[in-house]
């Protein structure tokens, strides 16, 4: 598919309309880290979508009002994010015609912490993406004539993913559960630079199906350096070429590992991806460093307790200081939770964790 696929039609039909629409967040396994124009990820990426850390949006479109966007978060009105909303929309008219022609009053909610490791962009903007295609479908014709795609359905998700994209990458991983791609790779049939897709259930051992991700809240507040400037700073890096080749490469062990079962050679692959994401990082011109002491402490912790135990409780990190725990339902996550509980949370600012779970 190409962008062509995506675009709006100008028959549509306006009215005021209200909908609601919720989206859960994501954790890359293989990192996407460094981007070029329109969000197209340098490197192909794959992720655990989460089960209980979502945004909850409420959308209101005044049909022929002049185009404004006002936006609360929790209860309180945030004006920069509207400004933000305001220039996404205006990017995305092309693939919704009738975008531009109201006025927007949007309610959003998270169930987790705001500035907590938890990718709220992703889930924000996969909620918002959801909301748009919602109006779509009742505004516009577009969808259901087109000739490209036969599954109405797959057509609304693939565009919803599409759209999540442009306002927040990774937030295209999110508009579907389970184990998610987002970039053209050879060993994941219908990838795309365009939107996600959900890798095959029939190729995933069960192991891998329960998991839980707890999220240690090592620092809670505002990151020095935000993602979109990191992104940026990967067109400089002197090493950036040879890490989107090495994602692309981890796609072949990692299909392996998510056949077999093979928890060991899962767990390496994941660290090593997220310890490169934060390399990265350090290799940039200007340097930074996102981890904390604590971030190190509970690594190190978690390093001796695998030794010790040979139990498959392992990390990965997103773009700041918080680890998120992640460890499998398999019979040991008793034993596992109570190490977390009594040696990890010591850590964190406020014994602070959100406790999740990727499951379907």
Not at 2 to 29: H, M, R, W, Y
Not at 33 to 45: H, R
Not at 53 to 74: D, G, H, I, R
Not at 149 to 172: M, P, T, V
């Amino acid at each position: 598919m190409t962008t062509n696929d995506f675009l709006g039609t100008d028959e549509f039909t306006i009215q005021n309309k209200t909908v609601s629409e919720s989206c859960p967040s994501n954790i890359a396994l293989i990192k996407y880290w460094g981007k070029y124009a329109n969000q197209i990820p340098a490197n192909p990426s794959i992720s655990f979508t989460l089960n209980h850390c979502k945004t909850n949006t409420e959308m209101e479109f005044l049909a022929n009002e002049p185009f404004s966007v006002q936006t609360f978060l929790a209860g309180n009105e945030e004006v920069k994010f509207a400004e933000k909303i305001e220039k996404y929309f205006k990017n995305i008219e092309q693939y919704l015609p009738w975008i531009l022609k109201g006025k927007y009053t949007i309610r959003t909610e998270n169930t987790f912490p705001h500035s907590s490791g938890i990718a709220s962009s992703a889930s924000g903007f996969g909620a918002i993406a959801k909301c748009l295609m919602s109006l779509d479908e009742q505004f516009s014709s577009t969808n259901t004539e087109s000739s490209v795609i036969n599954d109405q359905s797959s057509f609304i998700l693939k565009k919803a993913s599409f759209l999540a994209r442009l306002g927040s990458g990774s937030a295209c991983r999110s508009l579907y559960n389970g184990l998610v791609v987002w970039g053209e790779s050879d060993e994941v049939e219908g990838s795309s630079d365009l939107f996600a897709v959900k890798y095959s259930d029939d190729e995933i051992h069960p192991v891998f199906k329960d998991f839980n991700d707890w999220v240690l809240l090592i620092h809670e507040g505002v990151k020095s350096v935000s993602s979109t400037v990191g992104h940026g700073l990967m067109n400089t890096n002197p090493y950036a070429e040879r890490r989107f080749q090495e994602a692309r490469e981890n796609f072949v062990p990692m299909k392996e590992v998510l056949k077999s079962g093979n928890m060991e050679e899962f767990i390496k692959l994941v660290e090593h991806e997220a310890l490169t994401l934060h390399a990265m990082m350090m290799m940039s011109d200007p340097a930074f460093i996102l981890m904390k002491t604590g971030t190190l402490e509970v690594i190190n912790k978690i390093w001796d307790f695998r030794r010790e135990t040979n139990l498959p409780l392992f990390f990965t990190l997103d773009a700041g200081a918080n680890v998120h725990l992640l460890f499998p339902n398999d019979g040991s996550e008793e034993q596992i939770k109570s190490f977390i509980e009594t040696e990890l949370l010591q850590h964190t600012q406020k014994n602070g964790v959100v406790k999740d779970v990727m499951k379907w």
